[in-house]
């Protein structure tokens, strides 16, 4: 089956440092990817996403880049600020046989990060 | 701001009691999920809706019990729970069709404690 593996937390970092949260994933066929972030006390919301190989999404200065060759997904950000702490889930979405998707998704298990002023 | 609403947004029961969790969604997706998000342990699958019709029962206790009265709306039943229970219950909404992929778009959840 699908699996997202991400690195352990958490990540503490001073701020205007620079981050990379790594994750890698499992999966048949050719799956989309996403970055979710979920502040405290909020559910989540779509940092980002790349939908095939060599994509890069990109979103409030985050970036990642779909590669196909290592199976992984690390978001980066050159700056981190200390709004930027948050709990960061990789995602792979489930690509059903017959073309149709509602987009399923499978979740790694966060990655918590601390930016200190 | 988000297009999916969750009420309530804290509870407390007890483990006789019976009470229910709803979602709301306006964004005009048709597939809607229940996710459970305890500490220390990645996000659960619950239970997945497709067009009203449940298309997965991740293995839920049947103390757990979802109904999709409509597209826009999801609702978990809960009674005599116990207290391993507890944690944040998320409610998320998708599109449905011929893409290669949908995104899910999540409510605040609900933070549920069983005493």
């Known amino acids: 089956g699908n699996s997202v593996t991400q690195m352990e937390g958490p990540v503490t970092l001073s701020e205007e440092a620079f981050l990379t949260i790594n994750c890698t994933y499992t999966a048949t066929g050719y799956p989309s990817l996403f970055w979710y972030v979920q502040y405290p006390g909020e559910g989540l919301q779509l940092l980002l996403k790349?939908?095939?190989?060599?994509d890069k999404g990109s979103n409030k200065g985050f970036e990642a880049t779909y590669r196909k060759e290592t199976t992984s997904f690390h978001l980066e950000k050159g700056s981190v600020q200390v709004s930027d702490s948050a709990v960061y889930f990789c995602?792979?979405?489930?690509?059903?046989?017959?073309?149709?998707?509602?987009?399923?998704?499978?979740f790694g298990q966060g990655t918590i990060l601390t930016v200190h002023p | 701001e988000t297009g999916v609403t969750q009420t309530p947004r804290h509870l407390v029961m007890g483990m006789t009691n019976k009470k229910s969790l709803k979602c709301e969604q306006h964004l005009g997706h048709n597939a809607m999920y229940w996710y459970k998000q305890s500490a220390k342990k990645p996000l659960e699958l619950m239970f997945v809706?497709?067009?009203?019709?449940?298309?997965e029962n991740n293995s839920v206790p049947s103390r757990f019990s979802p109904e999709c009265p409509n597209s826009s709306h999801l609702f978990l039943h809960l009674h005599t729970l116990q207290p391993e229970d507890s944690a944040l219950y998320l409610c998320?909404?998708?599109?449905?069709?011929?893409?290669?992929?949908?995104?899910?778009?999540f409510g605040p959840g609900t933070r549920l404690t069983v005493t």
């Open positions: 998320a909404s998708s599109p449905t069709g011929q893409g290669p992929s949908y995104e899910q778009y």
């Open positions: 995602a792979l979405s489930d690509q059903f046989a017959g073309g149709t998707s509602y987009g399923k998704l499978t």
């Open positions: 790349a939908t095939k190989a060599d």
């Open positions: 809706y497709n067009f009203k019709e449940q298309t």
